[in-house]
T-cell receptor, first 114, second 113 residues
């Protein structure tokens, strides 16, 4: 158990809908990363938050947004969903954004858009 | 954007064989991390490397941070069936406070008993 909790584990929704994925980082970790993994693909970095502030952005679509709350949990919002958004979405957390930082992953949320 | 080139993409080996995979980049990385992912699960951290030239072991796994800071390799000795999975390298880059963790495309390891 990595200590990173993601909910829900599975999500099935229709095209055009909006969903929210939730991540609770490990105790004491200030930094949260979101990744998308399509079938048999690598991990695509979406966005990183550190102590409530956006710190780095990857290939995140405009239809997607995220935030990190004062209690450090984070939510990833996906709207106007398309079939191609079906993927595993992972959250990772680390203590800081500093050098030499290890990141630990949650179990992921499997999103299926039908 | 930054990319990590991980090779090989897949490996098919016999149980007991040694395995070697590597990652290269055109950019310098400050930290190299190696992860293993089982199907439907999140990646699990295997080894973290912090200094150029560093060689670190974790049981049958050994990884090195390249001297140029642009590459890293992971070796698995005497492979066993539970080593099956996808191995990812990852690197931290960027300025302090604005770092990204970039992943390679993964090496899928299959072991024939």
């Amino acid at each position: 158990d990595s200590g990173v909790t993601q909910t829900p584990k599975h999500l099935i929704t229709a095209t055009g809908q909006r969903v929210t994925l939730r991540c609770s980082p490990r105790s004491g970790d200030l930094s949260v990363y979101w990744y998308q993994q399509s079938l048999d693909q690598g991990l695509q970095f979406l966005i990183q938050y550190y102590n409530g502030e956006e710190r780095a952005k990857g290939n995140i679509l405009e239809r997607f947004s995220a935030q990190q709350f004062p209690d450090l949990h984070s939510e990833l919002n996906l709207s106007s969903l398309e079939l191609g958004d079906s993927a595993l979405y992972f959250c990772a957390s680390s203590q800081s954004t500093g050098f030499g930082t290890e990141a630990f992953f949650g179990q992921g949320t499997r999103l299926t858009v039908v | 954007g930054q990319q990590l080139n991980q090779s090989p993409q897949s490996m098919f080996i016999q149980e007991g064989e040694d395995v070697s995979m590597n990652c290269t980049s055109s950019s310098i990385f400050n930290t190299w991390l190696w992860y293993k992912q089982d199907p439907g699960e999140g990646p699990v951290l295997l080894i973290a490397l912090y200094k150029a030239g560093e060689l670190t072991s974790n049981g049958r796994l050994t990884a090195q941070f390249g001297i140029t800071r642009k590459d890293s390799f992971l070796n698995i000795s005497a492979s066993i069936p539970s080593d099956v999975g996808i191995y990812f390298c990852a690197g931290h880059s960027g300025l302090q406070g604005a770092q990204k963790l970039v992943f390679g495309q993964g090496t899928r390891l299959t072991i024939n008993p």
